[in-house]
């Protein structure tokens, strides 16, 4: 039985097992709820979880080690393995076997083919088996779970205390994740700056990570310094916000305040549409339509453009980034309360002068929200950068000319096979931390003046 099939009979038991649980509770007082501590869909949610839990949990352990207890009894099997086989040999003999399960077994060696045939006999009763026992388990938790049901029992209480630890244990693997990225980003840059000093990376002006395989090649060192990439960064950041910004929140203020409800319900969707475009489409019109006019543009006006320039690919990422300050913009302008507008009216003001006096004071941090929410979306692009800016790490603040960014060099160090001792690649897990550095601070910024204006207004 597939995993997936015995996923979908554990849910359907669990629900059975809340029917029974929520039944049982009526039984015993003859359908007087009153009588009961909890409400009888506590009961049913109690029966449900008993029959539930301890499966899953059983599913997940068992995933978790199944695949290396299969992989060593094969391995045991194998005549010619032994304990002092090394390990990477090890691994290769376990990946042919299941190239050759996944194929067919005219792709394995000969000498292997009955042990391929053992990795599919322990597979198919790896799977039975534990669709057995989950099975059989989720029934006795559906038993035990309907048995302890009493008029006293507080189903309640423990179905609560369940759901908090729930939502305890989603937190915490959420920060645990967070935390571990960090710190591998963290580890990574520190074996990279013990190769290259902090002062060349931060305040170096050229970036050429490209070193020689052999001392004795030329440019053996490669120059690590970040500064054409954050002001690569900067540069197409800003012509997006420059764009984004006023668009968006112009739009946002006609949709909320002037609108008719007819038109909003069909320009609203139409907007947000643009951010359900793939970034790679973006890219294609960036380079197909937007950097062809602005060069043809440049070239009547005397001015020399580059093929792939900053302003082609910003001028696009701000068009990409519109809907991240229209849509949070216009769900904040939305919810100022109306009686702030009334009073506004009372006084004599006009609805222009209610709008930059009254409601945009309001509605500010979620508006700076949703520019700063655009400003992480526009540093964190790769895909328009690298069609469109081009992969030149040039120190300019010429729109007119190729540059580069922080991202597009992350990907370009990590694509095909790479040696993690290596400055060149271990220079990616630096720029990546530099990165996340600076927009915390960024936040932290931001976050300021947000409670700076709020407690002003308020």
Do not use: C
Request: glycine share 6%.
């Amino acid at each position: 039985m597939q995993k997936s099939t015995l996923l979908f009979l554990l849910l359907l038991i669990s629900a059975y097992a809340f029917h029974i649980g929520r039944q049982r509770s009526r039984q015993l007082v003859d359908g007087k709820v009153k009588n009961l501590h909890s409400l009888p869909s506590y009961y049913g949610y109690y029966t449900a979880l008993w029959s539930l839990l301890p499966p899953l949990a059983l599913v997940f352990l068992w995933i978790a080690f199944e695949t290396s207890v299969i992989n060593n009894m094969v391995l045991a099997s194998l005549p010619n393995a032994n304990s002092d086989m090394p390990t990477e040999l090890k691994g290769l003999l376990i990946n042919d076997l299941n190239n050759a399960l996944g194929g067919n077994y005219g792709d394995a060696k000969p000498e292997l083919k009955d042990s391929v045939e053992y990795l599919r006999n322990l597979k198919i009763r790896s799977n039975w088996l534990l669709s057995f026992l989950a099975i059989s388990l989720a029934l006795l938790g559906a038993f035990f779970g309907r048995s302890h049901i009493t008029k006293e029992h507080r189903a309640r209480n423990q179905v609560e205390r369940t759901a908090m630890a729930f939502l305890v244990g989603s937190s915490l693997i959420a920060i645990l994740t967070t935390l571990g990225i960090v710190l591998s980003v963290l580890f990574e840059s520190i074996r990279f700056f013990d190769k290259v000093p902090v002062t060349d990376f931060l305040f170096g002006l050229q970036w050429s990570p490209q070193i020689a395989m052999r001392a004795d090649q030329a440019g053996s060192a490669g120059a690590f310094g970040a500064v054409p990439l954050f002001t690569g960064t900067l540069l197409i950041s800003s012509i997006a916000l420059i764009v984004a910004v006023p668009i968006g929140l112009m739009s946002a203020i006609y949709l909320a305040e002037y609108a008719s409800l007819k038109f909003r319900s069909v320009a609203k969707p139409l907007l947000e549409i643009l951010a359900g475009i793939p970034t790679v489409v973006y890219g294609f019109f960036a380079v197909l339509t937007v950097a062809p006019y602005i060069r043809e543009l440049g070239t009547d006006l005397g001015l020399n453009v580059s093929s792939e320039s900053a302003l082609a690919a910003g001028l696009v990422m701000g068009i990409m980034i519109i809907p991240f300050v229209s849509s949070l913009s216009d769900d904040f302008i939305n919810a100022v309360p109306q009686s702030l507008r009334d009073g506004a009216y009372a006084l004599g003001a006009t609805q222009s002068e209610t709008i930059r006096q009254v409601v945009i004071p309001a509605a500010l941090p979620g508006i700076v929200g949703g520019i700063l929410l655009a400003a992480s979306r526009a540093i964190g692009e790769t895909m328009i950068v690298v069609m469109a800016a081009g992969l030149a790490a040039n120190l300019t603040a010429n729109p007119l000319e190729a540059v580069t960014t922080v991202t597009t060099q992350i990907v370009t160090l990590l694509v095909g096979d790479q040696e993690f001792d290596s400055p060149k690649t271990l220079a990616a897990f630096a720029l990546g931390l530099v990165l996340f550095l600076v927009t915390l601070v960024l936040n932290i910024i931001a976050l300021h003046i947000v409670r700076k204006y709020r407690e002003q207004y308020e």
